[in-house]
């Protein structure tokens, strides 16, 4: 069996002992404390979370419009989803003239827009027309328009990792800068509601022809989520579902709830103006806001952003 002796340290070798940690403790206090200092020097703080708000969703539309007119393509651009759907009706082809048709304008060309030669720029960005109005505000979602020098833009805004930013765009190009406007009209809204409450129905009575008929094919359906990540960190992305998948949904989602066909569906039309609505279907359990598009005579929905509601406002369950 071995044995162990044990050191027991003298007198003036603990005190030297504790001489040095506390020094080396003072030490370390000191470079944590400057530490700290320099952190607090160099370091940003990170950026507010901005609120949801009619205010909110004013200021950054107005920096979006404001930036293209000053031709400052990084702002613009920042304003914008990268996978923006951003769209309008066109009747010409590479200059010929053709049947109407939905035509995508990507991400990227916001900087043509916005490029400081371009004939948008002004000398003076505050001058320039820049009429807001927030239709409707939901959980991260909002519906609005904005009328601008050279187009009118019905956008969907979304709320995403703290910014709100353009999910969804619905275009009427202008023939000049400063021209007028299409007028308000409600000549099609008994069309517009018809198409609105057959795409809900549709869901209802597990019909997904029926939904899918109401749909462009260009459709863009799509929703703010969050995922989370393996170290616990979370952030927010867009799911969409396809003009194909909207036929899938139709046929299977009303299968697990069992709503009656006569559940609730409301439709509010915000604005129609030329071939472009904008619009918004209230459901049971959930609610869509619709970009909807005139083509060839037929109207369409192009673009959904869509949230479930809060349980509290769940209906007909």
């Given at each position: 069996?071995?044995?162990?002796?044990?050191?027991?340290a003298?007198?003036?070798?603990?005190?030297?002992?504790?001489?040095?940690?506390?020094?080396?403790?003072?030490?370390?206090?000191?470079?944590?404390?400057?530490?700290?200092?320099?952190?607090a020097?160099?370091?940003?703080?990170?950026?507010?979370a901005?609120p949801?708000?009619?205010e909110?969703?004013?200021?950054?539309?107005?920096?979006?419009?404001?930036?293209?007119?000053?031709?400052?393509?990084e702002?613009?651009?920042?304003?914008?989803h990268?996978?923006?759907?951003?769209?309008?009706?066109?009747?010409?082809?590479?200059?010929?003239?053709?049947?109407?048709w939905?035509?995508?304008?990507?991400r990227?060309?916001i900087?043509?827009?916005?490029?400081?030669?371009?004939a948008?720029?002004?000398?003076?960005?505050?001058?320039?027309?820049?009429?807001?109005?927030?239709?409707?505000?939901?959980?991260?979602?909002?519906?609005?328009?904005?009328i601008?020098?050279d187009?009118?833009?019905?956008?969907?805004?979304?709320?995403?990792?703290?910014?709100?930013?353009i999910?969804?765009?619905?275009v009427?190009?202008?023939?000049?800068?400063?021209a007028?406007?299409?007028?308000?009209?409600?000549?099609?809204?008994?069309?517009?509601?018809?198409?609105?409450r057959?795409?809900?129905?549709?869901?209802y009575?597990?019909?997904?022809?029926?939904?899918?008929?109401?749909?462009?094919?260009?459709?863009?359906?799509?929703?703010?989520?969050q995922?989370?990540?393996?170290?616990?960190?979370?952030?927010?992305?867009?799911s969409?579902?396809t003009?194909?998948?909207?036929?899938?949904?139709?046929?299977?989602?009303?299968?697990?709830?069992?709503?009656?066909?006569?559940?609730?569906?409301?439709?509010?039309?915000?604005?129609?103006?030329?071939?472009?609505?904008?619009?918004?279907?209230?459901?049971?359990?959930?609610?869509?806001?619709f970009?909807?598009?005139?083509?060839?005579?037929?109207?369409?929905?192009?673009?959904?952003?869509?949230?479930?509601?809060?349980?509290?406002?769940?209906?007909?369950?």
């Amino acid at each position: 069996m071995n044995s162990k002796k044990t050191r027991i340290a003298s007198p003036i070798a603990l005190s030297t002992a504790i001489a040095i940690a506390s020094l080396s403790g003072l030490l370390v206090a000191s470079s944590q404390a400057n530490a700290h200092a320099l952190h607090a020097e160099t370091s940003v703080e990170a950026p507010r979370a901005e609120p949801i708000s009619e205010e909110a969703i004013t200021k950054a539309i107005e920096e979006y419009v404001r930036a293209r007119y000053a031709g400052d393509v990084e702002t613009a651009t920042s304003r914008l989803h990268e996978n923006i759907a951003r769209r309008m009706v066109a009747d010409n082809y590479w200059g010929q003239p053709s049947k109407e048709w939905v035509r995508p304008f990507t991400r990227d060309l916001i900087a043509f827009y916005a490029d400081p030669e371009s004939a948008q720029r002004l000398d003076n960005p505050s001058e320039g027309r820049c009429e807001i109005e927030v239709f409707d505000i939901e959980q991260r979602t909002a519906s609005a328009r904005v009328i601008m020098e050279d187009a009118v833009d019905y956008l969907h805004m979304i709320h995403l990792n703290g910014r709100w930013v353009i999910g969804d765009s619905a275009v009427i190009l202008l023939r000049e800068n400063g021209a007028k406007p299409p007028a308000l009209s409600d000549r099609h809204a008994t069309k517009i509601e018809q198409v609105s409450r057959d795409y809900c129905v549709g869901f209802y009575e597990i019909d997904g022809d029926k939904v899918q008929s109401t749909c462009h094919p260009s459709l863009s359906k799509r929703s703010v989520e969050q995922a989370r990540l393996s170290d616990g960190s979370e952030f927010d992305h867009l799911s969409g579902i396809t003009w194909e998948e909207i036929n899938i949904l139709g046929e299977s989602f009303n299968k697990n709830w069992g709503f009656d066909t006569d559940a609730r569906c409301e439709i509010e039309i915000y604005e129609i103006r030329g071939n472009i609505a904008a619009a918004k279907m209230t459901g049971a359990v959930w609610f869509d806001y619709f970009h909807l598009m005139e083509v060839n005579g037929e109207w369409s929905i192009v673009n959904i952003m869509y949230e479930s509601l809060d349980r509290s406002r769940w209906a007909d369950v």
